[in-house]
C-alpha cells in the first residue's frame, strides 16, 4: 500500500517535467499599407477631403513557420470602427467629416505563429490631415499613394 501511495505522490511530478514553455511568443513583421497618404517614420499623412486607405495587413513569420492575424478591430480618436475586416482586413477612413491636425488610428489583434502561444497586439498610428502638401515635414515623401509600414515584433 505504501508502494502505492508514493507513485500516487510522483505523478504531479511528471506533469511539471512535461508543461512547455508558455513563454514563447511569436516573432513576425507586421506590414500595414496605406493608400492615398505618405508615411514618414510611421506617422501617416494625408490630405483633407482624401479618404484613408488601409488596403492591407499582412504578417510574416522571422522563424520561417507560418504566421497570421485574427480578430482585428480598428478604432478612429478612440472610437471603434464597425468595419467587415475578411481577407486583408481593409479600412477606408473618410476625413472630409474629421478636423485638420493629428489624429490616432488603432487596430487590435490576436498574432499567431506555429507551435507559438497566442499574442494580444495593439498598433498605433498618428494620422496627420494636412491642409495642403506644403505642410508635409521635410524628409517625408512628397508623393501622396501607396506606402507599406513594417513594424518588428519580436518579444524575445
Known sequence: MKKLIYLLL????????SCSSD????????????????VYKNVVYILDGTDLT???????????T???LANITYYWDGIFQPELTF?????TI???????????LQFNCKLLEVDKSVLNGTFTYPV?????????????????????SVITVNPK
Not at 496627420?128 to 507599406?148: C, H, K, M, S, W
Request: net charge negative; charged share 15%; no cysteine.
Open 10 to 17: 510522483l505523478i504531479p511530478l511528471g506533469f511539471l517535467a
Open 54 to 64: 488601409i488596403d492591407n495587413i499582412g504578417i510574416k513569420s522571422l522563424n520561417g
Open 87 to 91: 481577407g486583408e482586413y481593409p479600412l
Open 23 to 38: 513563454d514563447d511568443y511569436p516573432s513576425v513583421d507586421v506590414e500595414v499599407t496605406f493608400n492615398n497618404a505618405s
Open 128 to 148: 496627420v490631415i494636412l491642409d495642403n502638401e506644403e505642410e508635409l515635414p521635410a524628409g517625408a515623401p512628397q508623393e501622396f499613394g501607396t506606402y507599406t
Open 94 to 104: 473618410a476625413t472630409a467629416t474629421q478636423p485638420i491636425g493629428k489624429h490616432y
Open 66 to 68: 507560418q504566421a497570421t
